[in-house]
């Protein structure tokens, strides 16, 4: 019975920080409808700060004070400077903050070197309380007091006062708040500083009870977080108490009596509450608008005319969407010529010429490099692939995942069980079974995921994702856990063949060919222009007949299939396998290559592959920025967000298409088009 109530407080101690943690997002996730990813990497500075200021100062409550004061300081700048540009754009919102984590991850790094994990309880609170047979730590008791005095106030503010009134009808209805003189600027600022001065008021109490202090802090406290709000759904205190506390208890319970799934027990809880009640324990709904505006983050006019062009399309019938998306500046496949009285070969050559002198680059320039650049375009022909199958689901569904690198992390540890463990060396078979297992995976987590949709969705995926990776660094006998599957030989296929760099680079670009063709057709036939449909405005579609759901969870698998390419040959091209090609720090990157190239048009991913590989293997390899590059990638991150709206493949076109056949067009063309209009106008 004493080992029972000491496992239950330790528990509850947990689970009330995982609600306070939890807590601010909860609130700026429901009430506010923001996005803020960098929440964990803010509990983690507050963490950092305290520790500092606690030691300096020699007082434990200034250094919390402390730590939670600069992390509202950093949030009133995140959401002042480029937050508030982004209300009612979640996926904007998602990557700005995935790039201030790397931001503030690196230049805590730079501050503070790699700091150990920290245990600091304050001197009046550092005994033990006995109760019957056991002790129970004091701190952990003061802990629990405080969350639950936290919770009742953050309750009555969100509940019963006017400040949490006017959040909720500044979401409902933003014009006729503001019509009343509502300042809805200056409260949204408040509730979302509030939210990141409690995760840095947690941060250093936290660090004792529940995570300690480290860098890797900023991405486990998001997923903890994360976990908590779909439990205890989204914008509900109460919500957040209940799955905070629910989270603790079975991870502590979980680590005491079953120590070989403890780490899986959060998951399964996830799990279930989506697949019992999809909204959480006692989340209220998130209406975040139509999934274009979510997704699309192009010129306003460009989404306005491709909106009008799909519900043109729906109502005509979809053998028509790819005219009359063209017709309306809607999905970009590739450099589009305009229609005009041009000849067809100069059509056809300024339609192909892009990708006519992509492959010759591609074919000529690994030729005359080195080994070691060769291995670099390698890697970054393997990303574009990894990219581009993110695009399907992304750019042409709208549904942004965050748990992508699990399906390259799944066919990579087959490749390699099946290669190092098993001793099969035949690439065929090996990339068959990998390519099933992956299908078979993609199908449980689409299932899953597709429970929920729009952020929710976001969420899920990366609670999934994140499941894989604690299946690869766990289930050791299989995946020899942290050191991964080492040895991986180049693949054989079938006769003798003498692999070098050069040669191993051209074969991953033929699959890569091969992929980006089929990908091509797929997203060019009535199925790839449904996915548009779909993106664009699902309630439509449906009301059209359309199986909306089918078709978003066979796009998840289709795109699972791409990226198991990807990882089979990442698994070939570095010969090994380790549990981080399957973190969250690998799902963002095809999310930012994606985003930096264009959504929706499968090569300009694929450029941003190369931009982001590039400039990742020539910057962080040697020099002044080594140490900087995650810095440097959190830049890119808010700068593709904030400048570069549409990506590269919107300038591009539009720079490309300037010289176009409709530039040919003769003087007496458009005189014979102007006769022909004006004779329609004097028609009765």
């Known amino acids: 019975m004493g080992e029972i109530l000491s496992v239950f407080m330790l528990g509850l101690s947990s ?17 506010m409808r923001v996005i803020n990813l960098a929440h964990g990497a803010l509990y983690m500075i507050g963490g950092y700060v305290g520790l500092s200021v606690a030691g300096y100062a020699h007082n434990y409550w200034v250094g919390v004070l402390a730590g939670a004061a600069v992390a509202g300081l950093i949030g009133l700048l995140l959401e002042v400077g ?15 903050t995935i790039g201030f984590i790397y931001i503030i991850q690196n230049i805590t790094l730079w501050m503070w070197g790699s700091y150990p994990n920290a245990q600091l309880v304050p001197d009046i609170f550092s005994g033990s309380l006995p109760v019957g047979s056991v002790h129970i730590p004091v701190f952990r008791l003061v802990v629990i007091v405080f969350g639950v005095v936290m919770a009742i106030v953050l309750w009555l503010l969100q509940e019963k006062t006017r400040i949490g009134a006017v959040v909720r009808a500044g979401m409902d209805n933003k014009e006729i708040a503001g019509a ?11 509730v979302f500083v509030l939210g990141t001065f409690v995760a840095g008021m947690i941060g250093l109490i936290g660090s004792t009870t529940a995570t300690g202090i480290n860098l890797q802090v900023a991405w486990d406290a998001l997923l903890l977080s994360m976990i908590v709000v779909v439990v205890g759904g989204t914008g509900s205190i109460q919500g957040a108490l209940v799955g905070g506390i629910t989270i603790g208890l079975l991870n502590a319970f979980g680590a005491a009596y079953f120590p070989d799934f403890s780490h899986f027990i959060s998951y399964v809880a996830l799990v279930v509450i989506l697949l019992i009640r999809p909204g959480g324990l006692l989340g209220r709904q998130m209406v975040t608008g139509p999934v274009a505006v979510q997704y699309l983050e192009e010129p306003r006019v460009r989404r306005s005319k491709r909106w009008t062009a799909v519900r043109t399309a729906a109502l005509a019938g979809l053998h028509h969407a790819p005219a009359l998306l063209r017709r309306a500046g809607g999905v970009r496949d590739g450099p589009q010529a305009p229609v005009g009285e041009a000849p067809q070969w100069r059509i056809l050559l300024h339609r192909w010429l892009p990708y006519a002198v992509a492959v010759a680059a591609l074919i000529v320039v690994p030729a005359v490099v080195g080994t070691y650049d060769q291995s670099i375009l390698t890697k970054v022909v393997i990303f574009a692939l990894f990219a581009a199958s993110l695009d399907l689901t992304m750019g042409y569904t709208g549904m942004v995942s965050f748990g992508h690198a699990a399906f390259l992390g799944v066919a990579g540890y087959v490749v390699g069980v099946f290669t190092v463990k098993l001793g099969i060396s035949s690439f065929w078979l090996v990339a068959l079974i990998a390519l099933g297992i992956t299908i078979f995976v993609s199908t449980i987590i689409g299932y899953i995921s597709l429970r929920v949709s729009g952020v929710y969705y976001l969420l899920v995926t990366m609670a999934l994702g994140q499941v894989l990776f604690v299946i690869a660094l766990k289930w050791s006998s299989v995946t020899n856990g942290m050191d991964g599957l080492t040895g991986i030989a180049k693949p054989d296929l079938g006769f003798a063949f003498r692999w070098t760099n050069l040669r191993f680079y051209y074969m991953t670009l033929v699959i890569f060919i091969i992929c980006y063709v089929i990908l091509k057709l797929i997203v060019r036939s009535s199925f790839g222009k449904a996915l548009v449909g779909v993106r664009l405005n699902e309630q439509r579609m449906r009301s059209l007949g359309f ?5 978003k969870y066979v796009a998840v698998i289709v795109g699972g299939i791409f990226a198991a390419v990807a990882g089979i040959l990442y698994a070939y091209n570095y010969g090994n396998m380790v549990p981080s090609y399957m973190a969250l720090q690998m799902s963002s990157y095809p999310m930012l290559m994606v985003i930096m190239g264009g959504a929706g048009t499968l090569w300009g991913p694929s450029l941003g592959a190369a931009a982001i590989i590039l400039l990742q293997e020539y910057t962080s390899v040697s020099g002044p920025l080594k140490e900087r590059w995650p810095l440097i990638l959190g830049v890119i991150f808010v700068a593709c967000v904030v400048w570069l709206r549409g990506g590269f493949a919107h300038y591009l076109s539009t720079a490309w298409n300037r010289w176009g056949p409709l530039r040919a067009r003769s003087a007496e063309a458009r005189a014979a088009e102007a006769r022909a209009a004006d004779s329609r106008e004097v028609q009765p």
């Open 15 to 31: 689970g009330v920080v995982l609600f306070l943690l939890a807590a601010g997002l909860t609130l700026t996730m429901g009430l």
């Open 82 to 96: 480029f937050l508030r540009r982004l209300y009612g754009h979640p996926t904007s919102q998602v990557l700005l």
């Open 180 to 190: 009343l003189g509502i300042n809805l600027k200056g409260v949204f600022t408040g």
């Open 547 to 551: 199986n909306t759901w089918a078709l």
